[in-house]
Structures are given as C-alpha cells and as structure tokens.
C-alpha cells in the first residue's frame, strides 16, 4: 500500500517536484498517502461505502486539476477541505440542504506544539491539575485515563462503562476545556 | 506520571501511516500502540474524521484491498496523461521530419528542372 521508494520525500517535495515538471506521477505518489483517510472522511459524511469510494476517486480528480491551478502550501489541510467541500456538496445534491462550503482562506495553517508554553513546564502542570479539577467529573476521568494512565479508549471503555464514541468525545471536549482554563488562567497572571 | 500532562498541550503533527491506522482498524494492535494512534487521532481532525469513517465499514478487512484499487486507478489516471504527452512529442517530431525532407525534396526537384532548363 505505501509507495516505498518515496516514503522518505515530503508532501512538500514532491508538490515542488510536481510544480517543476509537471508530471502528474508525483500527485498520482502524494495523494496515495492518503488514499485512506480520503476513504474514511468520505464515508462519515456520505454514509455509504460505495459513494465514499466514489467520491474518493472524485477528490482526486479535484485535486489533480486544482493543482495544476495554483500553488498549494499546506497541502494536508487543504486536501482534506477539497474532501470536505465534496462531501458538503454531494449531501446538498443528494437532499438539498445548504452546505457550507469552505475556502482557500479558511485553511488552518498546521498547528505546532507550543514550545512556550511547554518550556513554563511547572507552573503550567501547576495551572493543569488544578484546571483538571475543574472539569465534569466524565471528562475529567477519561481525560486522566487517557493522558495520566496511557489507556487506550477500549480499556477507558471497559474501566468506564461508557461507550467509545462517548470516550473519545469526553477526550475530544476535555482536551479543550483545559485548553481554556489554563489560557484563562494565564490571562488572568498577565493581568495582575 | 505529572510529566504526562504535557500531552494535553501538545500537539502532535507526527502522521499516522496507513499501515498502522489499518492494523488499528482491524484491531490488531496492543494497547499502548492503540493509546499512541488515538493520541494522535485526538489531535489530528483530519485523521479523527477519516477514523470515525472507517469504522462504519463493514468489513474492516477488506479497506486495504478498497485502497489497493483506488491507488490502482489513481495511477491509471496520472500515467495516462504523461503516455499521452509522450505520444503527443513523437507525432510532434514526426510531422517535423515529414516536413524537413519534403523541403528537402522540393529544392532537390527545383535544382534539376532549373538545371535542365538552363541546359536546354
């Protein structure tokens, strides 16, 4: 399934290899990388197997087009808005419902672990137990499971009772809310 | 195990391969293998999405055979366009050798009517 002889070229390279002969092999190389987490998103909005297969041969034919366009800078990203985007349209085709569409300009830039951050490491642990404190006592309990204990969803599923949907979405919201505290918190120090 | 709260700040853009997203899927891993790919599915909406897809196929088996084909067809798709350059290139050069010995024929005819004429 992997390309073999590529794995050691980035994304980036080989779009900048594309952009320089304009041999489609390279995308044909780049978009096999994700050929399953195409095949995944596509499923979860479409809800069917056959037209998450589709509409993954679609998101390629896209991309190959669009690229041939213009210049792509974080290509993850914008891949899996071009996913998104056909997606959101097919469901508007299929039962008219108005889709969002996203655009070039709301592509996040990918995002990097926050090095300041992780340098104040004590008083930032500080800041976390205590915000950790301060989450519903579900969340709280997966989050601690998860990152404290290093289980997995199926374990926190089993020591829980909760299912792996509701596990992962604890996580998921958890994550953020402590996220949110400590900012809070930080704000707050800045303040005083 | 405090140390470990640093996770929750992190953000961990390391990919996750195919390989091992399937043997996930398939529920193949051991558990600290699994905890590692949910880390990273936790935050990565891309791979989180594509992970809540997966799991709604029914044969979770058959994904790496479903990807097999798609690649297939991608590579159809992006080889037919560099073959058909490539043929394009060749009837492009040979117009182009057709025209240069027509040219070439056409001076050669020209010379030796001017120079039967000239004789006569």
């Not at chain 1, 508007?92 to 300009?105: F, Q, S, V």
């Not at chain 2, 560099?82 to 010995?101: G, P």
């Amino acid at each position: 399934m992997t390309t073999g002889k590529y794995d050691h070229i980035t994304d980036q390279e080989l779009l900048e290899k594309f952009y320089a002969d304009r041999n489609n092999e390279w995308l044909g190389i780049l978009l096999q990388r994700y050929t399953l987490l195409l095949l995944g998103v596509c499923m979860k909005y479409l809800k069917n197997e056959e037209e998450a297969k589709d509409g993954v041969q679609q998101v390629f034919l896209k991309a190959i087009q669009e690229l041939q366009k213009y210049k792509v800078e974080y290509f993850k990203s914008w891949l899996y808005m071009v996913a998104k985007n056909h997606c959101l349209m097919k469901l508007r085709d299929k039962h008219g419902k108005i889709a969002t569409e996203l655009n070039n300009e709301t592509i996040p830039a990918p995002e990097e672990t926050d090095k300041k951050k992780l340098q104040q490491t004590d008083h930032t642990l500080d800041l976390m137990e205590s915000s950790l404190q301060e989450l519903n006592t579900e969340q709280q309990q997966c989050v601690t499971l998860f990152y404290l204990q290093k289980k997995s969803y199926s374990e926190i599923s089993e020591a829980t009772g909760f299912s792996m949907m509701q596990v992962k979405s604890y996580i998921q919201n958890g994550k953020r809310n402590l996220k949110i505290l400590i900012e809070k918190k930080l704000k707050e120090e800045m303040n005083q | 195990m405090r140390e470990n709260l640093k996770d929750i700040l992190s953000h961990l853009t390391t990919d996750i391969d195919q390989e091992t997203l399937l043997l996930y899927l398939q529920d193949k891993l051991p558990e600290d293998k699994k905890h590692e790919v949910e880390k990273k599915l936790v935050d990565s909406e891309f791979a989180g999405d594509a992970m809540e897809g997966l799991q709604q196929f029914s044969d979770k088996h058959q994904l790496s055979y479903t990807v097999e084909m798609l690649n297939r067809d991608l590579k159809k798709k992006t080889e037919k366009k560099k073959q058909r350059r490539q043929k394009l290139v060749l009837k492009d050069q040979s117009w182009l050798y057709l025209a240069i010995f027509i040219l070439l024929l056409l001076i050669v005819i020209s010379y030796l009517i001017i120079h039967r004429m000239l004789q006569s």
